[in-house]
């Protein structure tokens, strides 16, 4: 599997927003009155922590491995880059070539084929924490950008809801931050809410 144009054009990296909290409810109820959904789905996704949280690799949906990287800071907003994915199972050969530049891969035995259980056992070898987060998302279409709402479960954490924008256009998300009473709300990625970062 090679790289989509989208993973590796550097332009394909979006500004973000996303907050965390148990305190969500009636904004995801207002959502539907102002944006059109086109995204459902209940996935669980697999993080693996213990590196650097600009630089995460996650199981997406158990069955994909991915990496993003964050590649900059713009006041409250994060610009995260898609750097790879690889459906699973994929030899190790393979996988080693999807991510060539990442120091956190696994040293995967080129010749032998690897499942999702079977990467997450040779990142836990490499010290990493694998914490599971179920996720129930809802995507609104916000014209050039994106909201999601996301009910999610993390065990042994009390946070329960997330709502993120994403889109290239930074004044749209100033502006959906206002619409949507966001703004005295601080940004945090999933791997720094997991770590606590």
């Keep these: 599997m090679t790289l989509t144009d989208s993973q590796s054009d550097p332009a394909a990296s979006r500004l973000e927003f996303r907050t965390f909290g148990d305190d969500l409810t009636e904004l995801a109820e207002e959502l539907p009155k102002g944006f059109a959904s ?13 590196g650097d ?7 997406r949906g158990q069955r994909i491995l991915d990496l993003k990287v964050l590649i900059g800071q713009e006041d409250d907003y994060e610009r995260w880059h ?26 995967f035995d080129e010749g032998e084929e690897y499942d999702p259980d079977k990467v997450a056992s040779a990142f836990e070898r490499r010290g990493f924490l ?28 009390s946070i329960t809801q997330t709502i993120a924008l994403e889109s290239e256009d930074r004044a749209l998300l100033d502006q959906l931050r206002h619409r949507l009473h966001l703004s005295e709300r601080s940004n945090c990625s999933y791997p720094r809410m997991l770590t606590g970062a």
Excluded: M, N
């Design 82 to 107: 898609p750097r790879g994915q690889c459906d699973l199972p994929a030899p190790g050969k393979v996988l080693r070539s999807e991510f060539p530049d990442s120091p956190d891969l696994p040293d």
């Design 38 to 50: 086109f995204v459902e789905e209940e996935r669980t996704d697999v993080y693996f922590l213990g």
């Design 130 to 157: 694998t914490v599971s987060v179920l996720k129930r998302r809802t995507l609104f279409d916000a014209g050039s950008g994106t909201v999601e709402f996301a009910s999610i479960h993390v065990e042994g954490r």
């Design 53 to 59: 949280t600009a630089h995460v690799f996650k199981l």
